[in-house]
C-alpha cells in the first residue's frame, strides 16, 4: 500500500520576492505577471509524488504576507506549519539580508525548528543580478538548510524546491516517531 502525506508549509519571505508567484506556478502551473500584495495569508494545495521515497504527499501550501506591518497578523497563521520555503529575491539584497529574520520569526511562533529550504527566486533576471549563487548556498550550508535557485517566470526548479521540502519533511516526520 502507498504511504501518504499531508503536510502545511509556509512561504516566507519579505514582500514582492515572488511567494504567491511561486505558489501560483506550483500549484496552477501558470505564470501571473501581475504584482499582487499578500494580504495577511492565502493558501494552495497540491498533490506531489517524491519519486526518491516512492511516497505521494499534499502540500498545504500558505503563502504568508510579506510586509512588516502584517507581522501580527502572520503569527496564527504559522500555526501546524511542518516546513517553509525561505525566497529571497536575488536582485535585491536586503531581501536576502533578511531571511535570518523570517527564519527567527517563524520559529518563534512554532516554538520549535522545522526544516526550510533557502530559494534564490528570480534567477531569470541574470543582468540585475545582486546577491551571488555562492552567497545563498554559503548561508544555506552555515544554517544546515538545502539551497535552490528559481525562477517563478520561467519555472526553473519551482517544483524542486516544494520536492525538496517535502521530501526533507518526510524525513523529519520519520525520524519524530
Known amino acids: 500500500m502507498p504511504c501518504e502525506y499531508r503536510f502545511k ?27 499582487k ?9 497540491k498533490k506531489l509524488r517524491v519519486p526518491e521515497l516512492d511516497i505521494d504527499v499534499t502540500l498545504q501550501v500558505w503563502d504568508l504576507a510579506g510586509q512588516p506591518r502584517f507581522e501580527v497578523v502572520r503569527q496564527g497563521f504559522y500555526r501546524g ?31 520549535r525548528d522545522i526544516p526550510l529550504v533557502v530559494v534564490a527566486n528570480k534567477v531569470d533576471l541574470e543582468d540585475s543580478r545582486i546577491v551571488t549563487q555562492e552567497e545563498g548556498e554559503a548561508w544555506a550550508e552555515e544554517n544546515g538548510h538545502l539551497y535552490v535557485e528559481s525562477s517563478a517566470l520561467t519555472g526553473e526548479n519551482v517544483e524542486a524546491s516544494f520536492t525538496a521540502l517535502s521530501k526533507i519533511m518526510i524525513e523529519d516526520s520519520q525520524s519524530r516517531s
Open 81 to 111: 506549519a511542518r516546513g517553509g520555503l525561505l525566497v529571497y529575491d536575488v536582485t535585491r539584497r536586503r531581501t536576502f539580508l533578511n531571511i535570518q529574520h523570517w527564519k527567527e520569526e517563524c520559529f518563534k511562533n512554532l516554538e
Open 37 to 45: 500584495r499578500t494580504i495577511g495569508s492565502d493558501f494552495a494545495i
Open 9 to 35: 508549509a509556509v512561504m516566507l519571505g519579505d514582500g514582492a520576492v515572488g511567494k504567491t508567484a511561486l505558489t501560483t506556478r506550483f500549484t496552477q502551473e501558470f505564470f501571473d505577471s501581475d504584482y
